[in-house]
Nanobody, 123 residues
Framework: VQLQASGGGSVQPGDSLRLSCAAS????????MGWFRQDPGKGREFVAY????????RYADSVKGRFTISRDNAQNTVYLQMNSLKPEDTAVYYC?????????????????WGHGTQVTVSS
């Protein structure tokens, strides 16, 4: 599967962005999908995941209540709605696909990665 993330940009604190991750090559419904982010000089950190049917969702504590992950398997796309953005949300955001049947926050569990999309939150 190929993953293509989009929707990043430069915004001010308190603004919103919606990231999209389009899958091609195989149906998105074949995968648990996750979002991760990485700031320069730091490791890649978990943001959120959603299971195949959307029945189970988990968020990092740092984004809980502000970000919403969703998926549209018919459109082969997973989304990350980001509200009330903070400067500390600044990072490159990556979507990833996990072929296993146990959802995980550890990036090593994910088999396929898209190129990232930059999100910059600054006043």
């Amino acid at each position: 599967v190929q993953l293509q993330a989009s929707g990043g940009g430069s915004v001010q604190p308190g603004d919103s962005l919606r990231l999209s991750c389009a899958a091609s090559g195989r149906p998105l419904s074949s995968y648990i999908m996750g979002w991760f982010r990485q700031d320069p000089g730091k490791g890649r950190e978990f943001v959120a995941y959603i299971t195949r049917s959307g029945g189970t969702i988990r968020y990092a504590d740092s984004v809980k209540g502000r970000f919403t992950i969703s998926r549209d398997n018919a459109q082969n796309t997973v989304y990350l709605q980001m509200n009330s953005l903070k400067p500390e949300d600044t990072a490159v955001y990556y979507c990833a696909a996990d072929t296993s049947y146990v959802a995980a926050i550890n990036m090593v569990n994910y088999d396929y990665w898209g190129h990232g999309t930059q999100v910059t939150v600054s006043s």
